[in-house]
């Protein structure tokens, strides 16, 4: 018995030193290794801070060595993309614009359906939105935003670019616009978040081979499956220093070698934290057009007459 469990044991040695010596050589030969894959839970704030919105992301991720370098590439969708939608912006009823006496408020995304081509992703749908003062109306409203991403060595961005709304004069819409902001991610703030998530001995290990890592952006490109939009997402570091940080904790404390690795190249913890932090997007009418219409009056043609001229229009959210 005591010969069979050290064959045993001897064997099961065997498999994982050929497993180990196997991995290394398919990294050194620039093969493409599977390191995390996971559907995380994620919890952040509406778009006007009012509740919290449960989601979660399905993210998966690999590693390749190429000429010098660690490419890293993950490879994120978001289950029920529109429903999710619809939570952030849920958000009662909320003041967005107010052009003088005439105010514009929105209560939630009724419908939408997403669309991409190229780095441009496509919103079209309705949202219920109340006109209050000189018109008084509350309906559901096609919209139409268009988003671009983009990206350089250092930073990941998303731009609206264009954004309509039926029957709303152009004054108003360009107020809403013009208000929302790029969203941008930077070099700087993923080496933070990094560093953060990582236990102290390796923060601290990170925090000095930080700048060495030539942390660059490599690709981003949106997609959309089965109707909810995924984002393939591409960073790359200098492979001397990412073996020299693994390398710190080895020599150190020779068993944290494999906690190490884990933490490094797994996101799991890090990217929650990070996903947790993402906040830096009735039918009726009222009676002044109840007359209008028993009188024969083209809804959309009432609204852009009524709404026609409007100045000094100011966001409120």
Excluded at 95 to 113: F, M, S, T
Excluded at 122 to 136: C, H, K, N, Q, Y
Excluded at 212 to 222: C, G, Q, V
Aim: hydrophobic share 45%; proline share 4%.
């Amino acid at each position: 018995m005591g010969r069979l469990i050290r064959r045993t044991i001897l064997g099961l040695i065997t498999v994982l030193v050929i497993v180990i010596v196997g991995v290394i050589g398919a990294f050194y030969a620039g093969v493409k290794l599977p390191v995390y894959q996971a559907l995380t839970p994620i919890t952040f704030a509406n778009w006007n801070q009012t509740r919290a919105v449960n989601a979660s992301v399905d993210h998966d991720s690999n590693l390749q060595r190429q000429a010098g370098r660690v490419f890293f590439t993950t490879d994120v969708a978001v289950p029920e993309t529109v429903q999710r939608m619809k939570d952030f912006l849920d958000g009662g009823r909320q003041e967005i614009v107010a052009c003088g006496p005439q105010k514009l408020y929105l209560h939630r995304l009724a419908n939408a359906k997403l669309s991409v081509e190229g780095p441009v992703i496509g919103i079209s749908g309705a949202l219920v939105l109340e006109l209050d003062g000189l018109l008084t109306a509350t309906d559901d409203w096609p919209v139409a935003v268009t988003v671009r991403t983009g990206y350089d060595r250092t930073r990941l961005w998303a731009d609206i670019v264009a954004l309509n709304v039926a029957n709303l004069p152009s004054e108003m819409v360009d107020a809403i616009r013009e208000r929302i902001p790029r969203m941008t991610y930077t070099r700087e703030k993923i080496l933070d978040e990094a560093q953060a998530a990582l236990s102290p001995d390796l923060a601290e290990s990170f925090a000095k081979r930080r700048m060495d890592l030539d942390l660059a952006f490599e690709d981003i490109a949106p997609a959309i499956i089965d109707g909810d939009l995924q984002v393939i997402a591409t960073i790359s570091v200098d492979e001397s220093a990412l073996l020299g940080l693994v390398g710190d904790q080895i020599a150190g404390m020779p068993d944290r070698a494999g906690t190490a690795v884990a933490e490094i190249l797994s996101p799991a913890a890090a990217q929650a934290q990070l996903l947790n932090q993402l906040k830096d997007l009735t039918e009726g009418v009222g009676k002044e057009l109840v007359d209008q219409l028993q009188n024969g009056g083209n809804p959309q043609q009432i609204i852009e007459q009524t709404l026609t001229g409007l100045t000094d229009c100011e966001t409120r959210f």
